[in-house]
């Protein structure tokens, strides 16, 4: 048998490496250089005079010996780091194990009193007998080993002690290690003696026993028990150790699962060297040899129960020890997760998904669940199956950029409340708006856009508008826009800067980069981040990063980091917290959108909030308890479209049912420190908040009363809470008679009239409403295209209370007959034209007016006379460069008229004239469906130029002449061409 007791990795590929072809010349040689070696060893282990101690290694490096072998290595061994790999393993709160990963080897470092006393006599008898007594070298042993070399003709026998091996592979280099010189055994012997000086000799055999190879990528007694028995190496049987002792020889070579029979012929070897060393009988050692041997199979790597978890928990650590580290560290990492509540979140995930899946086309979903007063994260399914390729199931949704829809706008009303914009009663106008808005960096430039400042008219998800709601309602019942008129309030940059303050750091380009669709969900963001933001919610205001990870310890259990919470950071102050908690909590105010047993409404008080993105591609559901977060995505995977699947339908059922399969759990109430007294998950007010009656005029409240924040009181002093939104002013009562049926529309300011309580409208100061000289109510702190956007906003109050009555102030009364036509002139209806608009004088001073006093009223002129063309009011331009495609039944000049403010305006001239002097003339169009619009068609198939010019009501031009190339180029060579045109 030939030698082969080193123990580096790989080393049994290098087998070949130790025959060397006999010769007598070469054989006599190597005999004598090693009577030279023994001789020298002898000299040295019994004096100080031809190797001095400690000359080559120096002091001891390290108090522990997998400290002193790691820095030996990381010095002669250069590699990846931690040079002594280990296997790190991953645990649950609770120690359950949900994980493990190694780098070249499974490893886990042990103490000699955690290792079979049988695996270390097996040990010692095989390959170093007298190892407790000699000096780390046996000069006998090598010059017994030169005889028996030379009479075999080749190299059999190395007799290196164990210190001699452990100095081999700890100090020398690959190359070195074969050497079969007299210098490389004189080096050794002199590197085994001073590690026998500087170590105990418990201390070297740990360290030797831990870097063996025991084959199957098992280092050391721990991993090779495992590996091979499915036990603890200090649990070996005789049997068992001695069959382990025998492979490091051969790792490769006499590895159980792949050459039984070699692994036994060993263990025969190892056992008669037991015998020859006293430690078994004759008898002993044949009953053990046929003692059976029951391998376990390879584990491999422990079951990953939480793979998307366990993989965020190590790209963590590798952003906290390096790249690879914690691989190879032989950490065990004790996390926050529940393994109970992960596996019921992995569970109804992906059987939520299968059943959604028919109806919505929806294949995938992620949720991601935090502990409310630390944001340690409890449960995290990134995907609805891990291990399904065909929705990429191995991409964690749950650290992925996708489209949050309306899930974000709490944090718009948290901003604004938390600036006291508003309070929960304030009134937001949900009427049609249009914004001319600048175009995001990303897209401007492109190419994509004819227009640079294109238009943006929001709506909401049922396609209504709704009148005067209260902050309350409109983001209980999540209508947009109201929500976009609040952020062109708030301001874009202002929401970024709050919403990473409270977690969301994916939003992360610069505000420029988005538009007011942001808090419709326009900017891209990670399930986690918004969860953590809803954590700020729900932590009273107070940010705190998603842990993951509670402690580390090395393979001997000292503690490597403590990672307490961070300190909480205070966002918002407790009453903005709870104000918004309480919105989204309120079932009654959700229930005109999402109805009164939505899957929202839980068994426990619960906010929650939806979004879905406007093409089906994304649902959440995000919301918490008192004493739990939890956030749900559902989608494609490919960013297909769902098949009208929203949040409410998509992500809330999974949410819902974690939820209250949870709360159906008692024994995870303990993790969640959750009281069982149910009165005990009561979303408390805090001490900054104050609940009054004061609900505005007309407006659906909160019942038993609105939350205010004492900041917002002590804003609004002796004007009262609602002052932003509500006033008294002698008013008399706006009629209108259409179709037979006469309503209260709105009210007038008429002095001498009975005091009542009104809506504000927009825009205007407490106690102001006179107009600013033009006609137009007052503009509280906003001048140019601000105070004309909010002009159009009390024009659009103005049209709402005609057509549908709200209890506001429109104003003075001697101004209606100049803002009623404008009002209706925005969005023209076909049912404005036989509309009757009567102040009722005789019923200014009587508090409920009933039916108006026909004889008494003042009625304004009849809107159908007012419905002629409007004539521009300025001068108008193209906008932008003219659109040439394919998008038309034929071959036409398309476009669309906008006043200065982006709004489309009906009934302006305009002119067309092509080569050969032919004119046409339209006006825009007042349709619902294609206001301000014009066409013409182009009758020469030629190429040609169409000059468009636009014309006032006397036929004069208003516009320079705005030239239209047809077939002209390869550029405009399509039959449709478009164009916008701006002016007024």
Known sequence: MKWRCDFHPGEEDRQGQADVPATRRRILWRFLSWLLVAGLLAACSGTNSLLPRTSIIGSRAAADPLAAAETYLRQYQ???????????????????????????????????????????????????????VNPGIDPARIAGAAIQNLQEGEIVSGASTITMQLARNLFLGPEQRYDQSVDRKVLEAGLAQELTELYTKDEILEMYLNLLNYGQLAYGPEAAAQVYFGKSAADLTLAEATLLAGIPQQPANLNPYQNFDGAKNRQRTVLDLMVRHGYLSPAEADQVYAEPIHLAGDPGLAPNRAPHFVQYVLEELDARFGPGFARRAGFNVYTSLDLEMQELAQQIVAEKVAALAPQYDLSNGALVALKPGSAEILAMVGSADFYNEAIAGQVNVTISLRQPGSAIKPLLYAAALEENLISPASVLWDVPVTYTVGLPTALAGSGAFAVTDPIYRPRNYDNRFHGPVTARMALANSYNVPTVKLLDRLGVPNLLEWARAMGVHSLNRDSSWYGLSLTLGGGEVTLLDLTTAFHTLANGGFYQPPQAILTVTDSRGRVVEDLAPPAPQPVLSPATAFLVTDILSDNAARTPMFGANSPLRLSRPAAAKTGTTSDWRDNWTVGYTRYLVAGVWAGNSDGRPMRNASGITGAAPIWHEFMEAVLARPELWDTLEAPPDPAAWTFQPPPDVVQLPDCPPGMACRQGGEYFSRAWLELVGE????????????????????????????????????????????????????????????????????????????????????????????????????????????DRETEDAGMRVLVDLAGATEADPGAPDLATAVELAAIGQLAGGASPGG???????????????????????????????????????????????????????????????????????LILTVLDAAGNPVSPPIVIPHKKDAESDTPCHHVVLRGG
């Open 78 to 132: 250069p590699g990846p780091l931690p040079r002594v790999f280990q296997t790190t393993r991953i645990y649950d709160r609770h120690g359950n194990l949900i994980g493990e990963t190694f780098d070249e080897g499974r490893r886990i470092w042990v103490g000699l009193n955690r290792i079979s006393p049988y695996l270390i006599q097996a040990t010692i008898a095989t390959e170093d007998a007298s190892f407790y």
């Open 719 to 826: 004007e009262g809470p609602l002052a932003d939104s509500v006033e008294r002013v002698p008013a008399a009562p706006i009629y209108v008679q259409q179709g037979g049926e006469t309503r209260l529309a709105a009210f007038c300011r008429l002095e001498g009239a009975l005091e009542r309580t009104l809506l504000r409208m927009p825009g205007t100061l407490p106690g102001q409403d006179a107009e600013d000289g033009s006609g137009w109510l007052a503009v509280e702190g906003q001048e140019g295209s601000g105070a004309a956007s909010m002009r159009q906003e009390q024009l659009q109050v103005v049209a709402w209370a005609l057509r549908q009555g709200a209890p506001v102030n429109l104003g003075p009364c001697d101004r209606l007959q100049e803002l009623v036509p404008a009002a209706l002139a925005l």
């Open 875 to 945: 001068p108008y331009n193209l906008v932008g460069p003219v659109v040439h495609n394919w998008a038309c039944p034929g071959q036409y000049v398309m476009g669309q008229v906008v006043d200065a403010n982006g709004a489309p305006v009906a009934g302006v001239r305009i002119r067309m004239e092509d080569p050969w002097g032919n004119i046409a003339e339209t006006t825009s169009k007042s349709g619902p469906g294609d206001y301000g619009q014009f066409d013409f068609p182009i009758y020469g198939a030629g190429p040609q130029d």
